[in-house]
């Protein structure tokens, strides 16, 4: 076995959408990032990858290749999903939660987890998604950013 956490947070900004979990939220600011920044994806596949030390989503997949560029973060999670996949390894289960001030999040959850089970192979009830607020302290509470933190549990095939 091999646990790995993972750990993304954006920018909240007025005309991008807002992708979490893979599925598109109604909001006002959507999130501001070099790929469609899904801050849930992106804090899984980071957790993946550190599970393995195999770097981290930037390492694999860098801001700086433009072919990245408003990429769907599903993309890289399914690459993510292959690369351990070839290493001998299966996600036993995901744990995650998400903070935020705006949207209210936990409406969608379903239909997240009915997205990430689809790309990792994995049962619904093999994916947590929580979410919380930050009370209106700081950034998040500000509503000018996003937070997302994953536990992953990896398994030999």
């Not at 920018?11 to 959507?30: S, Y």
């Not at 993309?75 to 290493?87: G, M, N, P, R, Y």
């Not at 998040?140 to 996003?146: D, K």
Request: with cysteine; hydrophobic share 45%.
């Amino acid at each position: 076995m091999r646990i790995g956490f993972g750990f993304d947070v954006h920018q909240l900004q007025e005309g991008r959408d807002f992708w979490l979990g893979g599925i598109h939220i109604p909001a006002q600011k959507g999130i501001l990032g070099h790929s469609d920044a899904d801050v849930l994806l992106h804090a899984i596949c980071d957790a993946i990858l550190g599970s393995l030390a195999l770097g981290d989503i930037g390492k694999h997949f860098p801001d700086t290749d433009q072919s990245f560029k408003g990429i769907d973060s599903k993309i890289l999670l399914a690459k993510v999903i292959e690369l351990i996949t070839e290493k001998g390894y299966k996600i036993g289960n995901i744990d995650t939660t998400v903070v935020c001030q705006k949207p209210k999040i936990m409406p969608y959850a379903l239909q997240m987890q009915e997205c990430i089970s689809s790309i990792c192979n994995i049962g619904i009830n093999d994916i947590s998604i929580k979410a919380t607020t930050n009370e209106t302290m700081g950034f998040i509470g500000r509503e000018e950013g996003i937070v997302a933190y994953a536990v992953v549990l990896l398994l030999v095939k």
